[in-house]
């Protein structure tokens, strides 16, 4: 069945670094990849998505592109800042099949 | 309000009691999903529905679990005769139509002693 597989936390950084957590799928169709943040005390919301091949998601400074031929969504962003530090999670949901399979979640501390 | 809520919060169970779980979603949507979401891992997919209909519940664990939504609007998950290994945090979620970005509430933290 449908995967995600993302890299294990926790990740610490300084403030400034930058910034890369990897993520790859396996799908019998042809997904919309998804990256969830949930901070700390927080529900789960959307950080952004692309739904189809070479699509590029981007927000918050955050970008993720989607990459068919290698089955990745790697979440990236430039410059890291203390209010970064959070819990995220890459997804995936299938066309046709509305429910939203998650990867296990990577743990983000960012040091000032 | 303006966004998915969740009650309670926070449950306490001893095992073998039932316990019921409330989501309201956010008005209008017609999509709602339920997830559970176990200590450090990622929410995996429990049931769906669309307006009052329940499309997919092939993530619901065990018979113990029922989930409805009779008039389209509110659902309750219900689980009977709890255990310990549904000690989790359970996550509902609505969305407009299908495909739509799907809006998390908080969660209610279920812990079975």
């Known amino acids: 069945g449908d995967s995600v597989t993302q890299m294990e936390g926790p990740v610490t950084l300084s403030e400034e670094a930058f910034l890369t957590i990897n993520c790859t799928y396996t799908?019998?169709?042809?997904?919309?990849l998804f990256w969830y943040v949930q901070y700390p005390g927080e529900g789960l919301q959307l950080l952004l998505k692309?739904?189809?091949?070479?699509d590029k998601g981007s927000n918050k400074g955050f970008e993720a592109t989607y990459r068919k031929e290698t089955t990745s969504f790697h979440l990236e962003k430039g410059s890291v800042q203390v209010s970064d530090s959070a819990v995220y999670f890459c997804?995936?949901?299938?066309?046709?099949?509305?429910?939203?399979?998650f990867g296990k979640g990577t743990r983000l501390h960012i040091l000032p | 309000g303006a966004g998915v809520s969740q009650s309670p919060r926070y449950k306490v169970a001893k095992r073998g009691q039932d316990v019921a779980l409330r989501c309201d979603p956010i008005?209008?949507?017609?999509?709602l999903f339920w997830y559970q979401q176990a200590l450090g891992q990622g929410p995996e997919f429990l049931t769906y529905?669309?307006?009052?209909?329940?499309?997919?519940k092939s993530g619901l664990p065990s018979d113990r679990f029922f989930a409805e939504r009779p008039e389209g609007s509110v659902s309750t998950l219900k689980i009977q005769r709890t255990q310990q290994e549904d000690s989790a945090v359970y996550l509902c979620a609505s969305a407009g139509t299908s495909y739509n970005e799907q809006f998390f509430g908080p969660g209610t933290r279920l812990t079975v002693l």
């Open positions: 529905f669309q307006n009052e209909a329940q499309l997919d």
């Open positions: 997804a995936l949901s299938d066309r046709g099949d509305d429910k939203i399979i």
């Open positions: 692309a739904t189809k091949a070479d």
């Open positions: 008005s209008g949507h017609v999509s």
């Open positions: 799908a019998t169709g042809y997904p919309s």
